[in-house]
């Protein structure tokens, strides 16, 4: 289990990666990355997953997992993981380090996602789901997919979220780098669809790019606001890990 690389190689940070067959694998991979894997925090800033021996964040390991599952859930943004498959690799966690983590919250700068008008009126992006298929956040389903597309100089589309997802779901961009919850009051599933804007993971956009700022294009597309304040945002606190014992 333990990583292949020489003592003094350089890793960078590792990503888990979903296989074939049910399978998940990473390679030179540390315990606080497995941890950020397992509980949704790749995207966030280092701070909101504290504790933790120094060795979690240093030593390197190579996981391969095997399950019974035929294939797991649509990925997130940016290659989160899926929600299936990220309990899978919490429960590893559990048995081979012993890990034990909660949840609680401190005060952090975060972003609240709101109603733009006063009127209450969306933008054009922003409609009524039909039911007709499953979004990138329902696990198991025996709807069809609804379209799925980010990035590719072809903007954002998702289907049938709801808007406690779809603040999950801006809070892995880059540009947002905090946690996002869902202050918009609006119920129910919904389509989204905007068009390419900064932030999406474009590094050093031009002076000159005619793109709006991933903030501008909430509110003018959707009709909603991502407003930044200061808040009680939920952090992990990983409470006891150990080393692995090797297969």
Partial sequence: MRAAAGPNAIIGPARMGVMPGGRLQAQGISAMELVREAYGYVRRPNDDVTGGPGWADIERYDVSIRTDVQEF???????????????????????RFKLKAHAEKKERTMYELRVARADGRLGAGLTRADGSCAGIYTVMTTLRRCEFVLGG???????????????????????????????????????????????????????????????????????????????????????????????
């Fill in 73 to 95: 859930g649509p990925p997130g943004p940016f290659a989160i993981l899926p929600l299936d498959a990220a309990e899978v690799v919490r429960d590893f966690l559990a048995d």
């Fill in 153 to 247: 100089g072809r903007g954002v589309q998702l289907g049938s979220v709801t808007m406690p997802e779809l603040a999950v779901f801006f809070s892995a961009f880059p540009a947002m780098n905090a946690e996002v919850v869902d202050k918009t009051g609006l119920t129910g599933a919904w389509d989204v669809k905007m068009s390419a804007f900064i932030g999406g993971g474009v590094a050093n956009a031009a002076p000159d790019d005619p793109r709006p700022s991933m903030v501008t294009a909430v509110q003018e597309m959707l009709g909603l606001k991502l407003e930044r304040v200061k808040g009680l945002s939920t952090v992990l606190v990983v409470d006891h890990v150990e080393r692995p014992t090797e297969n």
